[in-house]
């Protein structure tokens, strides 16, 4: 890996194929098709909005390595059985249902199938276009017969209609004429198999903790279903959870050909059938129009009017405003958040997909969570996680503010939910879930999962961030005040006062895991006292704040929560007193209290087919040692650097980096950004081409599961932070660019307390131009000097150089020294087998 010392996973700056990906700024296209990657094509093709997504299979239905239609936050649950119990242990697991799928549309000419695994093309293409946010597809296909047909298609789910998707496919005989049979279906896979009874290969089996669990038993339970002329509609109740879903599909059919229609529904599946006799040039268009909705309970026949509804104005309108409507929403997406890297096409195309897929997860989640995998697919079983406040939010919060509130009054629903499990684990305040769907724990491995109490301080960080980046005090009075008061109080009843030798008192958090899922339940975990540390702060400050100036609020909060004057102390000297690990030997912050008292894992020598660790190896062979599965100290260093000197910055750096596996692809964007600011320029560089390209390489080699939404973010967050040198602690915006010796300008936009700056960056000056005025001016500072941001002609600001510059890379600090005077030593464990006794 990159920190290792190893070989640079990305083998090229540019790791695609650019015969079957060829570069184009504003798409992903395909130009021939392979079914090698099925799986992971149909990630990168899929469609979606944040609520409703649908993979990337083809149309025709086969292959497909995993058929999918994922909605937000629509799951089954599940009774957890553990090998042993315990008290407080996760109860009821939580799966996101693959619900029926509607992107099938087979096709037959002259009774033969248009199978694209053996068909006889004459040419192909497949592209998403990010600008109006279309899967296309143009095919020229000769049958087995010999006749030529040209197939074009499209599919669409909306980003201004967030319970719709509409999909078109148009058949042209070239040549001669031939019956045309097209088959558009409606079916209900829920159960993990397609309709030729072939298991999806997305299920959970065997060891990997990545992928969706794999139901037992039937979920989807038939409630209604019925078809009309061109109609249908059918109804589902999940078993467990109780929730409800209706899909209503509405057919038209255009051509001068003479056709006849015939339509069915039973509880699994839905047909409208086309019988044309198709003339040559004549073209035959089948457009299809899908509505979805859910609820936690909702009846299911009230959910399928609900669905008539949307069809009913979709139907009177036609579908043409639609497009319309597409292309508008995400011409305005553009505007707020694209990053250009002048004369890198191929690093364009990548950092595009990256931002369009953020947009496709959260747009039109509205409340919910962003799921992991945002309606990409089933990894992680469609749960929420700490990924999103930590690197979704900061690009939603400076781009798009309203998404950002919207995925913070989800975990404000949450709260008494959190409640209830702070009260399970003997705690005060909240304990938000490490991961989740519903709001309760669902991870059965509490290790490596409840035990990272530190999403309490991520959630109140996106919050603090959210309100000073945008302004918005009346969330924070109103709802976000709850969240950082009942964190606080869990931080506070967790931790502990310790005596010390000479006399003073010092506050420690004990039995809790960090982002490093590789060092599970330690003592003083760094990144979760400076993170708990800075939620105190807050909590203190912005209650104390409301006192003074929002009076009325103050006295409601105070009357709501209990709160008093004691515990805002107790909160301010706990803050004050916390325990930072520091090791004056080795000059470094440990990652916890004993993480220097383990051996060093050599993972230069590890071998590739041993990789990622945590499939080869016992947790407790991990446990053991100096290895990191993700950045922990880093990101600490990144999200509360200002509470760290470049100098420490560049030691801790420089210890972790060598150990640190890359195997969470939460890794390398933060990787990159300290690598940017301490002077690794090659470095950071590496790590960022390694992010972008997470999925459309395939990098970690589970794409087929879905989108990684947090890489997606945290591509931003290196493009801003990482070389844009962005920095925003305490809602001062200050800028120490670090932009790459190869690019010749970066462009950004951001949106702060509602004015939009545009932002261009070159070695020797950065430039910001208003492009809408906010209701007060802003200030920011560049390399310490002060720009108010106001209307008129750009600012132009000149630079003194980049930063700092270190070449070479780095390499495992062994013969290093512990705080005990004992030698840090390196080695990969391995089992050897004993040499046979000698026979006496």
């Known amino acids: 890996m990159i920190g290792s010392g190893g070989d640079d996973p990305i083998r090229s700056q540019d790791p695609l194929d650019r015969g079957r990906f060829p570069v184009d700024e504003w798409r992903l296209t395909e130009a021939h098709y392979s079914s090698a990657d099925l799986g992971v094509t149909e990630t990168l093709f899929a469609v979606g909005n944040g609520y409703l997504g649908m993979r990337g299979n083809v149309e025709e239905g086969r292959e497909a390595h995993a058929h999918g239609t994922f909605i937000n936050g629509f ?5 957890i059985r553990h090998a042993e119990e315990a008290f407080g242990f996760a109860r009821v697991g939580q799966t996101i249902v693959n619900v029926p799928d509607n992107k099938t549309m087979k096709l037959y000419v002259d009774d033969e199938p248009m199978l694209l695994s053996v068909a006889d093309l004459e040419s192909y293409e497949r592209s998403l276009d990010f600008r109006d946010g279309v899967l296309h597809r143009d095919i020229v296909w000769r049958t087995p017969g010999g006749k030529r047909v040209r197939v074009t298609s499209t599919r669409m789910v909306s980003f201004t209609n967030r319970h719709l998707a509409i999909m078109t496919i148009e058949v042209t005989m070239l040549d001669d004429e031939a019956p045309v049979v097209i088959s558009s279906q409606t079916l209900n896979r829920q159960d993990g198999r397609d309709e030729y009874h072939v298991r999806s290969a997305a299920m959970g089996t065997g060891t990997d903790p990545r992928k969706a669990e794999a139901f037992e038993t039937r979920v989807l339970e038939p409630q209604q279903h019925w078809c009309s002329d061109t109609r249908i509609a059918l109804g589902y109740r999940c078993a467990n959870s109780g929730m409800t879903l209706a899909v209503g599909v509405d057919h038209a059919i255009e051509t001068a050909n003479p056709y006849t229609a015939h339509i069915s529904a039973d509880e699994d599946t839905g047909k409208m059938v086309y019988r044309v006799q198709a003339r040559p040039g004549q073209p035959i268009k089948i457009i299809k129009t899908v509505s979805y909705h859910t609820s936690r309970g909702i009846p299911v026949r009230e959910l399928v009017d609900r ?3 949307t069809l009913d104005r979709v139907l009177a309108s036609g579908t043409e405003p639609e497009y319309v409507a597409q292309r508008r929403w995400l011409d305005d997406f553009w505007d707020r958040t694209d990053v250009v890297i002048e004369g890198q096409p191929a690093l364009q195309q990548a950092i595009r997909w990256n931002l369009f897929q953020i947009a496709q997860a959260t747009a039109r989640a509205e409340q919910s969570g962003v799921p992991a995998k945002g309606v990409t697919g089933s990894g992680y079983g469609g749960h929420y996680f700490w990924d999103t406040e930590i690197y979704v939010l900061p690009f939603l919060t400076y781009t798009s503010p309203k998404m950002a509130r919207g995925a913070l009054r989800f975990r404000y629903n949450m709260l008494d939910a959190g409640r209830r499990r702070a009260q399970d684990l003997a705690q005060s305040g909240a304990l938000f879930p490490w991961r989740t769907v519903n709001g309760e ?5 509490y290790a490596a999962g409840t035990a990272q109490y530190h999403i309490d301080a991520d959630i109140s960080y996106a919050l603090c961030k959210y309100v000073q980046v945008t302004g918005d005090e009346d969330f924070m009075w109103r709802e976000g005040i709850d969240i950082l008061v009942e964190t606080a109080r869990m931080w506070a009843d967790l931790g502990f006062w310790r005596e010390d030798g000479d006399g003073s008192r010092s506050f420690h958090i004990h039995g809790v895991t960090g982002p490093d899922e590789y060092t599970t339940v330690v003592n003083d975990n760094l990144f979760t006292n400076v993170m708990a540390r800075f939620n105190l702060e807050k909590a203190a400050w912005t209650v104390n704040h409301m006192k003074t100036d929002m009076p009325e609020a103050y006295r409601r909060v105070v009357a709501r929560l209990e709160i008093h004057a004691s515990e805002l102390r107790e909160w301010v000297a706990a803050a004050k007193a916390m325990a930072i690990p520091y090791d004056p030997v080795t000059g470094i912050n440990p990652q916890d209290a004993q993480f220097l008292d383990r051996e060093v ?13 945590m ?9 053991r040692f100096q290895v990191l599965k993700q950045a922990d100290v880093v990101l600490a260093l990144f999200l509360q650097g200002d509470h760290f000197s470049l100098d420490q910055k560049r030691a801790d750096f420089q210890y972790y980096d060598p150990i640190t596996t890359g195997d969470s692809t939460l890794s390398g964007v933060v990787q990159s950004i300290i690598a940017a600011e301490v002077g690794y320029r090659d470095l950071a560089l590496r790590y960022f081409h390694s992010s972008l ?4 390489a395939d990098l970690h080699g589970n794409a087929t599961d879905g989108v990684h939404v947090a890489s997606t973010g945290g591509v931003w967050n290196a493009l801003v932070y990482g070389f844009g040198g962005m920095r925003d602690y305490d809602g001062v915006f200050t800028f120490d660019p670090r932009l790459p010796e190869s690019w010749s300008a970066l462009r950004f936009s951001l949106t702060l307390r509602g004015t939009r700056v545009a932002v261009d960056l070159t070695a020797e000056e950065m430039t910001f131009t208003v492009v809408e005025a906010g209701p007060t001016s802003v200030e920011v500072a560049v390399q310490g000097r002060r720009v108010r941001l106001v209307e008129g002609p750009p600012i132009v600001v000149q630079l003194n150089g980049q930063g700092p510059l270190i070449e070479g890379r780095l390499a495992l600090q062994t013969g290093e020294r512990r ?15 004993p040499r046979r006794l000698r026979a006496v």
């Open 75 to 79: 799951h089954e649950t599940w009774p």
């Open 601 to 613: 894992w050599d993972l230069k020598h590890t071998p590739e087919d041993k990789r990622p660790l």
């Open 819 to 833: 705080p005990d005077g004992s030698l840090i030593t390196a080695s990969v464990p391995q089992a050897t087998t």
């Open 615 to 623: 499939l080869h190896y016992h947790p407790l062979v991990i446990y």
């Open 441 to 445: 724990e669902a991870s059965a491995y």
């Open 307 to 309: 669905t008539r509804r």
């Open 693 to 696: 390209f997470v999925d459309l």
